[in-house]
DNA sequence: GTAGGGTTAG
């Protein structure tokens, strides 16, 4: 793309003329080209329809004429240069500015701020500012507080909304729009809170633009209750307060929400576009619920809505996450224009589904396709690494993300780097690759560690993990179940005993793990121990049957055994096996890590019933056939 | 006939 446009300078008319080549619209007459206003006008219309290349030439054409540009001449073309983001075009408008004496048009001015924000250069647009005689005009504020904000230079843009308060000069809708969008870090949500009670308080609130703009603000701060609330009192919502509020949720995990808001949305018949599309198919991505999402996709396609790249990568990711990777796959083979998220998607769904190899291979392909690799990319490629048991290639690709790619990695990357060694038993070194982390370990990178003790049974080392992790994330529940299962595997009561005072001392209950499948467009969902589901009893009796030996065995019966501890996984398999079709497959997903006994289990049905099943759990994917895992190295 | 603003993917 071009960079910039060249300007006739006004002391040279011919110059730049050689080498400057498009088509030249020529829509001056004679009569008028030696006054401004056709001209303007022209210039107006143009940049009022988006068309701001052919403006900026337009205006070139101006300067060629003998018509002398105005402020309103500036006004436009450097909005023009702005929406093009072409500082250098711009910067040539300025000195345009200054030998035509606009330089203190206050709407010459606005724009120039703006334009010099656009670019990055904020201190050019504070020079700006402080050149007028009396910057007091709200507009100019606000167009400063604006683009420091949007350059992150929040404490300045901070700074100037306090001056514009001192100084008396008024606020207005705009000021609130330009500085919301600065107090989406947590620390500083006591700032957008005042703002909005601020708001409030001026008779702003009926905005909806600030709505949405506050709404977006408590989302980005993770105050998703906070953002709910504020939706809850809008009292005529916009397309962009339901996106804001469904991408919030999603963003947020909060993948039921999602598709309840999103049903409320239809059952009032609001028209969702591509953007609240994304949001939901990112949910049934989470939940692993492929049905909404097929009905989102053919929505899609009976909409005629163009299919852009968000949403085609938001509908790999769902196939992917739900376990159908080949219509995942056959979306990313047939866009012709993939994008980094396009192949992190796939990348990512080859490596959950422990094919590392083509996760592999893909990542190379994109290399090759001269894709420049992010950070997110190579969590991706690492942790299928780590899950196909790669573990060179993936010690080499940590490599090549810091040496050809300057990357620096984070704590994510090194959580899967130690994964990949731990699950080999490399734990000594895992240990030192923490040691040596040029960023502070999280939860996760001991998690990791604790994770491969226990494949290995490494009691000493799982204590030392489990020490950080604690200190780290003292309400994950998740450790404290893994070490006490360590100190089970090795007979050490003294050992479970201690775990589980310290989770009484800490309130600590054990959350409960539950599983859910699929079926007919309905998602059920178990608890272990639960009974509340209809065909409970049915599924007990499968149960025993399956435990006994044969689905064939006649012993229909028999009464459900053992009902209070039967895991969610187990439950969710029988009922599974009542209500689907021979032949099918059978996906299963549970929150939390698949217990060793369960994998067990569904290794032994998977022989006797003949049938493929998936397992999703808060890791990975198993595939369960014939009485093997493809992801068996856990167990 | 002028200037300033908000929502989307892993």
Not at 203 to 228: F, P, Q
Not at 376 to 398: E, N
Request: proline fraction near 3%; glycine fraction near 8%; charge should be neutral.
């Amino acid at each position: 793309m071009t960079r910039h446009l060249h300007l006739v300078p006004l002391h040279k008319n011919t110059r730049f003329l050689s080498n400057f080549h498009t088509n030249q619209p020529t829509i001056i007459t004679k009569a008028s080209s030696f006054t401004t206003i056709p001209w303007n006008t022209h210039l107006r219309n143009l940049s009022k329809h988006g068309q701001y290349y052919e403006a900026l030439i337009l205006y070139r054409q101006m300067l060629q004429s003998k018509a002398t540009p105005n402020a309103f001449t500036f006004s436009f073309a450097l909005k023009s240069s702005i929406s093009l983001s072409l500082p250098i075009t711009g910067t040539q408008l300025h000195c345009h500015v200054i030998k035509l004496g606009c330089k203190y048009e206050p709407s010459v001015q606005t724009a120039l701020i703006s334009m010099y924000c656009k670019c990055g250069l904020t201190e050019l647009a504070r020079k700006v500012f402080d050149e007028m005689p009396e910057p007091s005009l709200t507009v100019c504020y606000n167009a400063l507080i604006s683009g420091y904000v949007q350059n992150y230079d929040f404490l300045n843009g901070f700074s100037l909304f306090c001056e514009m308060r001192l100084r008396g000069v008024e606020f207005n809708a705009v000021t609130i729009l330009g500085f919301v969008p600065g107090c989406t870090v947590p620390e500083c949500l006591w700032l957008g809170m005042s703002l909005h009670c601020l708001n409030v308080k001026c008779g702003l609130d009926n905005d909806l633009a600030i709505a949405n703009c506050l709404l977006t603000m408590y989302v980005r701060c993770g105050s998703i209750e906070l953002a709910r609330k504020l939706f809850d009192h809008i009292p005529e919502k916009g397309l962009i307060t339901w996106n804001a509020m469904i991408s919030g949720y999603a963003q947020n995990g909060l993948a039921a929400e999602v598709l309840e808001l999103y049903h409320e949305m239809e059952s009032l018949q609001v028209n969702p576009d591509a953007v609240t599309f994304v949001g939901v198919l990112s949910a049934c991505a989470n939940l692993g619920n492929q049905m909404i999402g097929f009905e989102v996709e053919q929505k899609i396609k009976s909409s005629g809505m163009r299919c852009n790249v968000f949403l085609k990568n938001a509908l790999i990711n769902m196939y992917a996450r739900c376990g159908n990777l080949a219509k995942a796959r056959i979306i990313f083979d047939e866009m012709p224009e993939k994008n980094l998220v396009s192949w992190t998607a796939i990348i990512g769904g080859y490596g959950i589904h422990g094919l590392g190899n083509t996760a592999v291979e893909l990542f190379d392909k994109m290399i090759e396709t001269g894709i420049r690799p992010d950070g997110t990319v190579f969590v991706s490629v690492l942790s299928a690494c780590s899950h196909a048991g790669l573990t060179k290639k993936g010690l080499d690709y940590l490599d090549l993300m810091k040496r050809e790619f300057r990357l620096k990695p984070r704590s994510e990357h090194y959580s899967c780097v130690v994964d990949l060694l731990g699950r080999v038993g490399r734990l000594e070194e895992a240990r030192k690759l923490i040691e040596l982390m040029e960023v502070e370990p999280d939860g996760a990178v001991w998690g990791a560690l604790l994770g491969a003790c226990k494949i290995h049974k490494n009691v000493e080392l799982a204590e030392l993990a489990f020490n950080k992790v604690v200190e780290l994330e003292p309400t994950n529940i998740g450790y404290y179940v893994l070490l006490s299962n360590i100190y089970t595997e090795a007979n050490n009561s003294e050992g479970i005993l201690r775990v589980r005072l310290m989770m009484r001392e800490r309130k600590l209950k054990k959350d409960p793990g539950y599983s859910y499948f699929e079926c007919k467009g309905k998602t059920h969902l178990f608890v272990a121990g639960d009974g509340s589901h209809p065909q409970t009893k049915e599924i007990y009796k499968m149960l025993n049957r399956l435990e006994h030996g044969g689905v064939n065995k006649n012993d229909q019966n028999q009464e459900p055994r053992d009902v209070m501890g039967m895991h969610s996984e187990r439950l969710a398999i029988a009922f599974a096996l009542l209500n689907t079709e021979i032949g099918t497959d059978i996906i299963v997903i549970k929150n939390l890590r698949i217990c060793g006994d369960c994998h067990s289990f569904v290794k032994r049905v998977s022989k006797i019933v003949d049938r493929l099943f998936v397992v999703r759990d808060a890791t990975r994917f198993h595939h369960f056939q014939n009485g093997t895992c493809s992801c068996n190295d856990y167990w």
